[in-house]
């Protein structure tokens, strides 16, 4: 079952722009995680928050969340190629197993 | 750095073969993972072991087993191929409790 979902699906932008990525859930979270795939590549963690947490920064990344609307952003500043890859949420349900749930994610291409 | 090895990057089999996806993780973590990820569907989990020969079925285990016998080792079987296993077969291990590291993945065509 899909517990996050991603939009846009798709994202085009210039170099020096930033870049938005939401992600919604449906039930009560423990945490949520931001992870990239370049293509053909295996996901690489970016970050995690956690449900008692509203904002959390990695170098040129932003990630809030709100868990009243059930949802998350990433914000990737001042983009640049190298971050063309596709960007996924995870969440891990409150209780029960620590087994992160993956949305469909956001293809995200930056132009030079 | 902890390394997530998969034994093939690329696979191509016969419908009705039995076929092995090996994974080997290097960090002693405890729990392990198959995802299978195709386009429009995202990653969607097939088993998971959280300890040496313990398993448990993910959302789509059907046609697929797999065995954990040693900590490093989870290996994933396709009993009998089937064209609509055709897909990226992606690994990943972590600590308890804690974010996930992936392999990069065996892109498997069954014919």
């Known amino acids: 079952s899909q517990q996050g979902e991603e939009d846009p699906q798709a994202l085009s932008i210039q170099e020096g722009e930033n870049a938005t990525m939401n992600c919604s859930y449906k039930t009560s979270i423990n945490n949520l995680q931001w992870y990239r795939q370049n293509s053909g590549r295996g996901l690489v963690h970016l970050i995690l928050i956690r449900s008692n947490e509203r904002e959390k920064h990695s170098g040129r990344l932003r990630v809030t969340l709100d868990t009243s609307k059930k949802s998350s952003s990433l914000l990737i500043t001042a983009s640049r190629a190298a971050d063309t890859a596709s960007y996924f949420c995870a969440t891990v349900a409150s209780g029960g197993s620590y087994i992160p749930t993956f949305g469909r994610g956001t293809s995200l291409i930056v132009h030079p | 750095d902890v390394k997530v090895t998969q034994s093939s990057r690329y696979l191509v089999k016969r419908t009705g073969e039995k076929v092995f996806l090996e994974c080997v993780q290097d960090m002693d973590h405890e729990n392990m993972f198959w995802y299978r990820q195709d386009p429009g569907l995202g990653l969607r989990l097939i088993y998971f072991s959280y300890d040496v020969k313990m398993k448990e079925k993910g959302d789509i285990p059907e046609g697929y087993s797999v065995s954990r016998e040693k900590k490093e080792r989870f290996s994933l079987i396709l009993e009998s191929a089937s064209t609509n296993q055709t897909s990226m077969y992606l690994c990943?291990?972590?600590?308890?409790?804690?974010?996930?590291?992936f392999g990069n993945g065996t892109r498997l065509t069954v014919t």
């Open positions: 990943a291990s972590s600590p308890r409790y804690s974010p996930l590291h």
